[in-house]
Nanobody
Framework: VQLQASGGGLVQPGGSLRLSCAAS????????VGWFRQAPGKEREFVAH????????VYEDSVKGRFAISRDRGKNTVYLQMENLNPEDAAVYYC?????????????????WGQGTLVTVSS
């Protein structure tokens, strides 16, 4: 599976972005998919994951109510809608395909990773 993350950019505090994660070469429709982020000098951290059919969606506490993960299985794409962004959200965002259909918060459980897309939040 080859993953392509896109949609990052520069946004002002309080702004919105939608990230996309598209797969090529192989479908990930039966796998959970997660989003992670890594800010300069910090470890990669969990943001959200979605189960294979979208029935379960889990969020890191600091993004609850502001971010929404979704997927379009027909397009083999997962999205992360981000609202009310603040400077603490600035990071490189990565999507990843989980080894199971359920998902988890642990990076070690993810098999394939995209290259990352940069989100900058600044006025």
């Amino acid at each position: 599976v080859q993953l392509q993350a896109s949609g990052g950019g520069l946004v002002q505090p309080g702004g919105s972005l939608r990230l996309s994660c598209a797969a090529s070469r192989r479908t990930f429709s039966n796998n959970a998919v997660g989003w992670f982020r890594q800010a300069p000098g910090k470890e990669r951290e969990f943001v959200a994951h979605i189960s294979w059919n979208g029935g379960t969606r889990v969020y890191e506490d600091s993004v609850k109510g502001r971010f929404a993960i979704s997927r379009d299985r027909g397009k083999n794409t997962v999205y992360l809608q981000m609202e009310n962004l603040n400077p603490e959200d600035a990071a490189v965002y990565y999507c990843a395909v989980h080894r199971s259909s359920v998902g988890s918060r642990m990076t070690k459980d993810y098999l394939y990773w995209g290259q990352g897309t940069l989100v900058t939040v600044s006025s």
